[in-house]
């Protein structure tokens, strides 16, 4: 089993919808959780993290934490076409703290 | 503030070769770490640094090796390099590893080609 998995994808919503993207993770003691995105051949950005279960809210991102469900989720509002990219979920975890990654989930905005 | 620097950007090497990444963290920063990502899939953990120390090291060969400088910048060299090689290594920058939430902050990334 994966240590974090994300949905697949690809993922394509029209402009102006809702994106939601979703992720699991396996270690029951992770603390810190992240999305980050990234557009092609370019490097991971952080768009948001969250640490306590329940909503966080930065402009048009929402993450969603359920720690008893070990699953935590990105919703993305009034999608744009420059939301077009892969979001790669993130847990901190193992002895050093590290990051572990899902494999992503491509996301396409259609205008 | 200038964000996270990688030299270089693009790398070709042929098999049997080695290589030198390096990596500048965030002014302020004192933890590195080095990811490697491959085409399709989400980085990788190879090592992270604080202080000098390694504190912490992924599922990769001895081949792979690391350290951190005084400054805080770092380098990570890659031996008897294979065609598998061949990725985006990326370094991320931290204050401190694990605390205050752990985020991490990317630079760029290296592009290596292994022929």
């Known amino acids: 089993q994966k240590e974090v998995e994300q949905n697949s994808g690809p993922l394509s919503v029209p402009e102006?919808?809702?994106?939601?993207?979703?992720?699991?993770?396996?270690?029951?003691?992770?603390?810190?959780?992240?999305?980050?995105?990234?557009?092609?051949?370019?490097?991971?950005?952080?768009?948001?993290?969250?640490?306590?279960?329940?909503?966080?809210?930065?402009?048009?991102?929402?993450?969603?934490?359920?720690?008893?469900?070990?699953?935590?989720?990105?919703?993305?509002?009034?999608?744009?076409p420059s939301d077009s990219a892969t979001y790669l979920c993130a847990v901190l975890s193992g002895s050093a703290r590290q990051l572990t990654f899902g494999s992503g989930t491509q996301l396409t905005v259609l205008p | 503030d200038a964000g996270v620097t990688q030299s270089p950007t693009h790398l070709i090497k042929t098999r049997g070769q080695h290589v030198t990444l390096r990596c500048s963290p965030i002014s302020g920063h004192k933890s590195v770490s080095w990811y490697q990502q491959v085409l399709g899939q989400g980085p990788q953990f190879i090592f992270q640094y604080y202080e000098k120390e390694?504190?912490?090291?992924?599922?990769?060969?001895?081949?792979?090796?690391?350290?951190?400088?005084?400054?805080?910048?770092?380098?990570?060299?890659?031996?008897?390099?294979?065609?598998?090689?061949?990725?985006?290594?990326?370094?991320?920058?931290?204050?401190?590893?694990?605390?205050?939430?752990?985020?991490?902050?990317?630079?760029?990334?290296?592009r290596l080609t292994v022929l």
């Open chain 1, 16 to 80: 102006g919808a809702i994106a939601s993207l979703n992720c699991t993770y396996s270690d029951r003691v992770s603390q810190s959780f992240f999305w980050y995105r990234q557009y092609s051949g370019k490097s991971p950005e952080l768009i948001m993290s969250i640490y306590s279960n329940g909503d966080k809210e930065d402009g048009r991102f929402t993450a969603q934490l359920n720690k008893a469900s070990q699953y935590v989720s990105l919703l993305i509002r009034d999608s744009q």
């Open chain 2, 54 to 110: 390694e504190r912490g090291r992924g599922n990769f060969p001895d081949r792979f090796s690391a350290r951190q400088f005084p400054n805080y910048s770092s380098e990570l060299n890659v031996n008897a390099l294979l065609l598998g090689d061949s990725a985006l290594y990326l370094c991320a920058s931290s204050p401190t590893p694990g605390l205050a939430g752990g985020e991490q902050f990317f630079g760029p990334g290296t």
